[in-house]
């Protein structure tokens, strides 16, 4: 597999659909449905190399766990996802220090380009999925 991405999302039908799209396309999805396991799951070793953290928590407000996350490990990439676009809830995140902004509900299309530029990977145009492997 390839670099890990860590889903912070409570909703299970969007974590299933997050983590296949992320599979299908090379990387590694890890789960955490609350922010207590989102602190656990980032502070492994090696940490993931990129974090897609839903604003909206059960327990912890995805702000909130996003500054505990940044002053853990400063240079942990974080793209905040929320169903609220207005400019303030950026402007939230980006001061709690998210690298980038997801608007749910998103495309696939979007969700990889977000990921992949966030990484540093091939320009959006270039992107392609992983052919899954033949069963036969």
Same mark, same amino acid.
């Given at each position: 597999?390839?670099?890990?991405?860590?889903? %912070?999302?409570?909703?299970? =039908?969007?974590?299933?659909?997050? *983590?296949?799209?992320? =599979?299908?396309? &090379?990387?590694?999805?890890?789960?955490?449905?609350?922010?207590?396991? !989102? =602190?656990?799951?980032?502070?492994? +070793?090696?940490?993931?190399?990129?974090?897609?953290?839903?604003?909206?928590?059960? +327990?912890?407000? &995805?702000?909130?766990?996003?500054?505990?996350?940044? !002053?853990?490990?400063?240079?942990?990439?974080?793209?905040?996802? *929320?169903?609220?676009?207005?400019? *303030?809830?950026?402007?939230?995140?980006?001061?709690? &220090?998210?690298? &980038?902004?997801?608007?749910?509900?998103? =495309?696939?299309?979007?969700?990889?380009?977000?990921?992949?530029? !966030?990484?540093?990977?091939? !320009?959006?145009?270039?992107?392609?999925? %992983?052919?899954?492997?033949? *069963?036969?």
């Amino acid at each position: 597999m390839g670099r890990k991405v860590l889903v %912070v999302e409570d909703d299970v =039908q969007l974590q299933v659909l997050a *983590s296949r799209v992320l =599979q299908t396309y &090379g990387y590694e999805p890890m789960v955490a449905p609350d922010g207590k396991e !989102a =602190q656990r799951l980032a502070a492994l +070793d090696p940490p993931p190399d990129l974090v897609l953290m839903d604003l909206a928590l059960p +327990d912890y407000d &995805g702000i909130e766990v996003t500054r505990r996350l940044k !002053a853990a490990n400063p240079r942990l990439v974080i793209i905040a996802v *929320s169903a609220h676009a207005m400019a *303030s809830d950026r402007d939230r995140a980006r001061a709690a &220090g998210c690298d &980038g902004f997801l608007t749910k509900p998103y =495309q696939i299309d979007q969700l990889i380009e977000v990921v992949r530029r !966030a990484l540093g990977e091939v !320009a959006p145009a270039d992107v392609t999925p %992983v052919p899954k492997p033949s *069963s036969t």
